[in-house]
């Protein structure tokens, strides 16, 4: 009996031995898959969480488009009227660079019989409309953007104070917008002074007959069929001064073409084609036209 009891006392050592050792084996094992399996855990999550970035985070506020509203047309201009569809008709009275005096075509009969004038100097009808004048570059403008009736009331020869003596002879039912393009003649026939006078006269009872009027300055010229008893630059002078007194609508093409280049026909008053392209530029960039 005792020397089992020694036995087992010396056995029990050894048995504890290998207990701690299994002990420390299992931890070792332990952090190695710790070491190997966490980070590979981890590093899925992360490939996730880095995926899933650009979508919603949990409790984000989404924000919808928010649409622009463009501002309100400018009521007051001509573009701001055709802009909304306000302008069925216009009526562009001048002399003969509004008639297109001297381009192809000018000379033909009238393609659509509308009487411009009848009244004290005659009867006039309208310059064909194929005539390449920047009258009629207006009119294809206007006609794509609603315009169902586009008058060329340009007649060669006329003066401001025709249009004061018998508006209604060149005027006739009026339209919802009326651009005027006269002085070209007045400068070789009278006075600044008459002028002003007549071009006040003539620009009111236009005013009386539409709802919008556009008051135009003719570009200079050096014209050899007359004698300038002043400058084009007085012209358009007095036409600024007018316009800012009664609130009319005014551009500027004086200083639009070139004097004794392609712009003009030979007397160096009457624009070419390539003029009345110019002019035609120059008054829609001017007045704002989309």
């Known amino acids: 009996m005792s020397q ?17 050792v299994g002990v420390f084996v299992l931890m070792a094992l332990g952090l190695v898959v710790v070491k190997v399996i966490v980070p590979a855990v981890l590093g899925t999550n992360q490939q996730t969480v880095t995926q899933s970035q650009p979508a919603q985070n949990i409790g984000e506020v989404v924000s919808e488009p928010v649409a622009v509203e463009e501002p309100p047309a400018d009521l007051s201009t001509f573009a701001g009227q055709l802009s909304a569809g306000q302008v069925s008709s216009i009526r562009v009275v001048g002399d003969s660079i509004t008639a297109g005096y001297l381009i192809n075509g000018f000379d033909d009969e009238s393609d659509t019989g509308v009487v411009v004038y009848d009244g004290g100097e005659g009867t006039y009808y309208e310059t064909p409309t194929y005539v390449r004048c920047w009258t009629n570059l207006f009119r294809e403008y206007a006609a794509g953007r609603g315009v169902g ?14 249009l004061a003596d018998e508006p209604s002879s060149w005027l006739g039912d009026g339209a919802d917008v009326i651009v005027v393009m006269l002085g070209t003649n007045d400068a070789a026939k009278e006075s600044i002074e008459d002028f002003r006078y007549y071009a006040e006269a003539a620009l009111t009872a236009a005013s009386e007959r539409c709802s919008h009027l556009v008051v135009v300055s ?11 008893l002043y400058g084009m630059d007085q012209i358009d002078q007095v036409l600024t001064e007018l316009c800012a007194e009664h609130g009319w609508e005014h551009v500027s093409l004086y200083d639009v073409l070139s004097v004794y280049t392609d712009d003009f026909f030979d007397d160096e008053v009457h624009p070419s084609e390539q ?16």
């Open 4 to 20: 089992h009891t020694r036995t087992a006392g010396t056995r029990g050592p050894s048995n504890i031995i290998r207990l701690l």
């Open 149 to 162: 009736s586009f008058v060329n009331a340009g007649v060669s020869g006329f003066r401001m104070s025709y």
């Open 218 to 228: 003719p570009p200079n010229n050096e014209r050899t069929d007359a004698e300038n």
């Open 275 to 290: 003029g009345s392209s110019k002019l035609w530029s120059a008054f829609h960039d001017r007045l704002g036209l989309a």
